[in-house]
């Protein structure tokens, strides 16, 4: 089982969704949370799912950088 946050992109108006984790790695109580904090990201006009590849290439850009 995976908690997963519903919503309607900001940018495209389409039906979309992010992982939020998975049950035993996360607790009920905690993906509520993070989901809560999804949600205030989507009402002030972010797509977490940007957010999300975003940083992903922010980590793997610092792991070259580093490691090189």
Do not use: W
């Not at 939020?20 to 009402?43: F, P, Q, Y």
Request: proline letters at 3%; a positive charge.
């Amino acid at each position: 089982k995976t908690y997963v946050f519903h919503y309607r992109s900001p940018h495209t108006k389409k039906n979309s969704y992010i992982k939020i984790g998975a049950h035993g790695n996360m607790t009920v109580d905690l993906a509520r949370v993070e989901a809560k904090k999804l949600s205030a990201c989507v009402a002030s006009g972010f797509d977490p799912r940007e957010k999300k590849k975003e940083r992903l290439v922010e980590e793997k850009q610092s792991l070259l950088f580093t490691a090189g």
